[in-house]
């Protein structure tokens, strides 16, 4: 048999147990944040960064390698939106250079696949001289499938030009961050 407590006593007990925990639990979602703003930083548009880096669960529990996985993560994922966007443009484009020019794009997105999930490989191996150099040949098809349909006078519709430069800044801050690991 228990004493019975009055039930404002228990009243009070619940509050202080829940202010204790949300307190407690503000504390770390706060250390998390810092770090992410802290890697994000230096990135040229670190609200993409953080943007990114938030989405994705792991990010509460991660480290500055990490971070820097997850943001590959989104530009594998970007890269895939990037993918059926130059499919459907190709497969709507009547223009004969200009469909070929898609196809190239939509090939180069493939590979910069391969190519990131090589850099989290090598990110993971603490090789990140490579990490970078695999993420800078993943942006630089990126690069050369703008110029290519460029040449040709085509303006990507704007939400491609908008994935396409969010890419860019992802890419730009993932191999900011990596460099600090040296």
Do not use: W
């Amino acid at each position: 048999m228990g004493i019975p407590l009055p039930p404002y006593y228990l009243t009070l007990f619940l509050l202080l147990f829940i202010s204790f925990n949300n307190v407690g639990h503000r504390n770390l979602v706060f250390a998390d944040d810092a770090l992410i703003e802290a890697q994000c930083h230096n990135a040229e548009v670190p609200e993409t960064c953080i943007k990114c880096v938030k989405s994705d669960p792991r990010s509460q529990s991660a480290n500055k390698v990490g971070i820097a996985a997850i943001i590959i993560t989104c530009l594998s994922n970007k890269a895939t939106t990037l993918i059926n966007n130059m499919t459907t443009l190709a497969s709507g484009a009547r223009d004969k250079n200009l469909k070929v020019a898609l196809r190239g794009c939509e090939k180069g997105f493939y590979y910069t696949k391969t190519n990131l999930i090589a850099a989290t490989n090598r990110l993971k191996g603490k090789e990140y001289d490579q990490t970078n150099l695999l993420v800078k040949q993943a942006l630089e098809e990126e690069f050369v499938c703008k110029m290519k349909v460029e040449a040709l006078r085509f303006n990507f519709p704007s939400s491609v030009t908008f994935d396409m430069g969010v890419y860019e800044e992802l890419s730009t801050a993932v191999m900011r961050i990596v460099d600090r690991f040296v």
